[in-house]
């Protein structure tokens, strides 16, 4: 299969990793070619100026991006995230794995993503909120509740799909709460949303222990990463009995033998702004957390950051993947030559999906439901797709990663063969 020329996206390292794994398992599937290369690019993809006015009167442009990679399945789902690497080839990458992820999960979604490069750690409030709300209106005939749903993600959070939805909603004179997931509570929000995609990596992380032999009490953790997904997973499986040895974030790490109080670590970061100089541990940088000995591994920040550079240094038996393409394929191969058990992103993180999935049917009726009745959901989901994947794999003598990517790309093929293609 040719791999250059039509999207030019092909030097993207992160798109480069979508592709190989497209086209592995389009080889072991016998993939119909035709559904084959129509995988290979998004559908659609926006590239927009985002002219801000800056709190110094300067006007500021910003490059923002929306993608839609596959609609056989439904309306798209994905999230926006604010940095300042964000480019079209990242984003038509990350609505790629998103396609696999929602079809893998049962949802009825294809995959989408979004962003604006820009760096929000150095902006003010007032320029956030004027810069989501340009990018939504530019965006906006790319979105909405039947078209496509954006989410938080990296860099942005409640408030900024609060922006959104609001901004949305001045266009259609009508309050419209499934156009965004991730929202305040108090405006249309579910419960259990700020949580599920570090619960869910703890309902999957508990299954592959017990295959894996490790007791999850006293299973020693390292946790790449202290946003919302990295913070949450290690507040549950602190609580779990997990001993986390290692957090780090972009401004360094923290590492203790005998454990971290998460709930102190937490209260530290709320008033240093990072988990640096944490009290009673030693310094840690993010690449020293990766070659920590442990049971767990979390790579929870940025992707790419396991390569064929620092594969063979890993000494973790499980590695989780929080965050989205942290390991590249020549790392993969790498960790399961090695003998360590890799739970892929689309299965791994996909718990904040799931109960956006939630969100958007509770808004569509104007029905919400309890905590618990979310969590007991999520679990089921993820329990259910979990053991999807592990069968497969053991069936197929394949590695977790190929198994979800198999179940995925299927799911969405079959779609394909049933709608026919237009014209």
Known sequence: MDTTGKSGFETSEAYRT????????????????????????????????????????????????RVHHNTVLGPTKGGIRYHPNVDLAEVSALAMLMSWKCA??????????????????????????????????????????????????????????????DTYAMTQGRTVPGVVTGKPLLVGGSAGRRDATGRGIVYVLGHAVREAGVDLRGARVAIQGFGNVGSVTARLLWREGATVVAVTDARGGVFNAQGLDIRELAKHVSEAGT???????DALTNAELLELPCDVLVPAALGGQITERNADRLRARIIVEGANGPMTPEADQIAADRGIVVIPDILANA?????????????????????????SRLQEVMIRAYNQVSNLAKRERVHLRTAALMVGIRRIAEAFQLRGFYP
């Open 104 to 165: 893998l999960m049962g949802l009825p979604y294809g995959g989408a993503k979004g962003g604006v490069a820009c760096d929000p750690g150095r902006m003010s409030r007032r320029e956030l909120e004027r810069m989501t709300r340009r990018y939504t209106a530019e965006v906006m005939l790319f979105i909405g509740p039947d078209l496509d749903i954006p989410a938080p993600d990296m860099g942005t959070d409640e408030q900024t799909m609060a922006w959104i939805m």
């Open 275 to 281: 988990v640096a100089g944490f009290p009673g541990a």
């Open 18 to 65: 979508a592709l190989q794994q497209l086209d592995a398992v389009a080889k072991r599937l016998e993939l119909d070619p035709s559904i084959h290369e129509r995988l290979r690019y998004p559908r659609r993809a926006l590239t927009v100026s985002v002219p801000t006015p800056m709190d110094d009167g300067r006007l500021e442009v910003f490059l923002g991006y």
């Open 351 to 375: 718990g904040g999906v799931v109960v956006s999935y939630f969100e958007w049917v509770q808004g569509l009726q104007y029905y919400f439901w309890r905590e618990s009745e979310i969590n």
